[in-house]
């Protein structure tokens, strides 16, 4: 199994194996890779990329461009549906957008325009729905993926950040959770009434850091459906809820930065993923450069992952 | 024929007025370091010859150029977009640069301007408070490039840097 880890900030693409905890291959010539996904089978790695409007589509193993397909504007996040048949590229440029790339075709056979710019996105389970983000729309979007149109929105106070869906088991969206950027915690909507019905705050019970950028940047549901995940900034830690009453179960502390003779900043935790087990969750820490590994049961960081120029957004990969 | 030369005499300073607005326009959504003119005089010859191919350069492989994602990508919008097929910018285009990276400049302090700071390692003197999204892209003080935009924003002159 492989975490693909993208250096934001470089050009590159860290391949860990989660059975040594170690890099064990670099994907090079990315520059400023934003977000990767792998197809379902795993023969291919979707990628978004900073500089250039195009979704870029290697072959896993041979590490070779199989296309890059021209998208609308500028990319964020990126997902990929289920049954591998759809790629979906938040489009962050002005106006925003979706665009929904054919994964057989490789072209772009939908753009779906949002009255604002989108950063990440979710499915539900099932891949019947996805939900984007527009933090400077204050609002989440949710795509019906069958009729490829949008089918409702919530809209916030404040920026909306990550998104995290809670599925039922046959895979139907229960719950999204989403972090806001003033929000020391997450927002809780119910995905059949369309209501925001909560707003979790973490314990506020130790020291904060100064973040680097927004003060939340990662939250996820294990594929187990028993937790959730939360990963914050100005904590410098993941906080960890048990499922489905939302309680608050502890926090694993990140790795931290200590300039020469001043205070530390905080490591500029960034994404995480788990591993389909539920065993390891895996943290992206940016201004740490590294990933942290952490025991999900145990809570506890296993291992600290050395990483290229700020580490980012991760996805995981049972290797076929 | 008066009414000719009062165009031709006031056409320049429209032309400066023209250029300082679509500066401002394009870099709209950056953070400025001083609204008022530098007491240092930037050099816009030892701009455009020595800082702006540092901003198209890949400095190693674990770095994006700058340019990645300060023409189009995530960050503040300091530098224009190349044309298409360009591999520099014209003498318009680099006009723009200068004037939205010399907002970068501290004009009491320039060694203090956002410009060294930002981009410079934590571990090295660089900005703690926000750190650079786009990572440590000059891990020390001593790193060639670095010393060559300390030297632009200390007020080095093109004529001055040439032959070295």
């Not at chain 1, 977000?35 to 041979?62: C, H, M």
């Not at chain 2, 500066?23 to 001083?34: F, R, V």
């Not at chain 2, 090295?124 to 790193?143: P, W, Y």
Request: proline share 8%.
């Amino acid at each position: 199994m492989h975490v693909y880890v993208t250096n934001l900030a470089g050009t590159t693409i860290s391949v860990v194996d989660v059975d040594t905890n170690k890099v064990v291959q670099q994907i090079k010539d990315i520059e400023v890779p934003e977000s990767i996904q792998p197809s379902p089978d795993g023969s291919r790695l979707y990628i978004t990329q900073g500089p250039e409007n195009v979704l870029t589509v290697l072959d896993r193993k041979t590490q070779k461009v199989i296309k890059k397909v021209p998208i609308s504007g500028h990319a964020n996040d990126l997902a990929v549906t289920k049954d591998g048949k759809y790629a979906l590229v938040c489009i962050s440029e002005t106006p925003g957008a979706l665009d929904i790339i054919d994964t057989t075709t490789l072209e772009r056979i939908k753009t779906i325009p949002t009255k604002n710019r989108l950063h990440d996105i979710v499915l539900t389970g099932d891949s019947r729905y996805a939900v984007a983000d527009s933090p400077q729309g204050k609002f989440a979007i949710v795509f019906d993926l069958k009729t490829l149109e949008p089918a409702w929105q919530v809209d916030f106070d404040q920026e909306a950040l990550v998104p995290a869906i809670e599925n039922n088991p046959d895979g139907s969206g229960r719950r999204l959770y989403i972090q806001l950027s003033r929000l020391l915690g997450f927002a809780v909507v119910d995905f059949e009434t369309h209501k925001e019905v909560a707003r979790i705050t973490f314990p506020n019970d130790e020291p904060k850091v100064p973040p680097s950028g927004t003060p939340s940047h990662g939250l996820g549901v294990s594929p187990d459906r028993k937790t959730l995940w939360a990963v914050s900034r100005i904590y410098d830690a993941v906080f960890v809820y048990s499922l489905p009453d939302l309680k608050f179960i502890g926090r694993v502390h990140l790795p931290q930065v200590t300039p020469p003779g001043q205070n530390p900043v905080g490591g500029s935790p960034n994404w995480i993923t788990f591993t389909p087990d539920s065993k390891m969750a895996y943290i992206a820490n940016g201004a740490d450069r590294s990933v942290s590994a952490v025991d999900m049961t145990a809570l506890k960081v296993v291992a600290r992952i050395p990483m290229g120029e700020e580490p980012g957004r991760m996805s995981t990969l049972l290797l076929p | 024929m008066r009414a000719r030369n009062l165009l031709l005499q006031i056409a320049p300073v429209f032309i400066v007025a023209l250029t300082s607005f679509a500066a401002a326009q394009t870099a709209s959504s950056a953070p400025t370091q001083s609204a008022s003119a530098p007491a240092v005089s930037l050099d816009f010859d030892f701009f455009k010859t020595r800082i702006q191919p540092i901003f198209l350069k890949r400095r190693s492989p674990d770095h994006a150029r700058c340019y990645a994602c300060h023409a189009s990508g995530t960050g503040p919008q300091y530098l224009v977009k190349l044309s298409p097929g360009s591999s520099s910018w014209n003498e318009e285009q680099s006009r723009t640069n200068f004037e939205n990276v010399s907002n970068l400049v501290n004009p009491d302090d320039p060694m203090k301007s956002r410009i060294l700071i930002h981009p410079l390692s934590p571990m090295a003197g660089g900005d703690t408070t926000v750190l650079h999204g786009g990572g440590r892209q000059f891990e020390s003080k001593d790193d060639p490039d670095w010393k060559t935009i300390a030297e632009w924003v200390k007020g080095a002159k093109a004529s001055s840097a040439a032959g070295r």
